[in-house]
């Protein structure tokens, strides 16, 4: 069992910049595809960037291309969530995920994930 832990989030304005950490102990951290994955209140989880095992090969939901930036460090089993021009609709829970099937080509539905984190709230409000 992958146990991951999200941290960095909080209330923001809007236009600000926010980047989201996903850590973990797991010794085999570099055998799993990762993503990183949001739950608004009263919506479905929904896909918001995945990254292959090397970080060779990313995917971004079209929401949140050209602001957000997905990376991972593998020596230090962590990955990141770099989020600029936030706006309120990026507000939710964000989750990191991993996936030991989604190792070479990047996923793009919550399904393809097995292990999940807790969340950390981002809020972004005027």
């Known amino acids: 069992q992958v146990q991951l832990v999200e941290s960095g989030g909080g209330s923001v304005r809007p236009g600000d910049s926010l980047r989201l950490s996903c850590g973990t102990s797991?010794?085999?951290?570099?055998?799993?595809?990762l993503g990183w994955f949001r739950q608004a209140a009263g919506k479905e989880r929904e896909s918001v960037a995945t990254i292959t095992w090397d970080g060779g090969r990313t995917w971004y939901a079209d929401s949140v291309k050209g602001r957000f930036t997905i990376a991972r460090d593998n020596p230090s089993k962590t990955m990141y969530l770099r989020m600029e021009s936030l706006k309120p609709e990026d507000t939710a829970v964000y989750y990191c995920a991993a996936s030991d099937t989604r190792l070479l080509v990047p996923g793009t539905s919550p399904n393809e994930y097995h292990y999940w984190g807790r969340g950390t709230q981002v809020t972004v409000s005027s």
């Open positions: 797991e010794r085999t951290f570099s055998n799993y595809g």
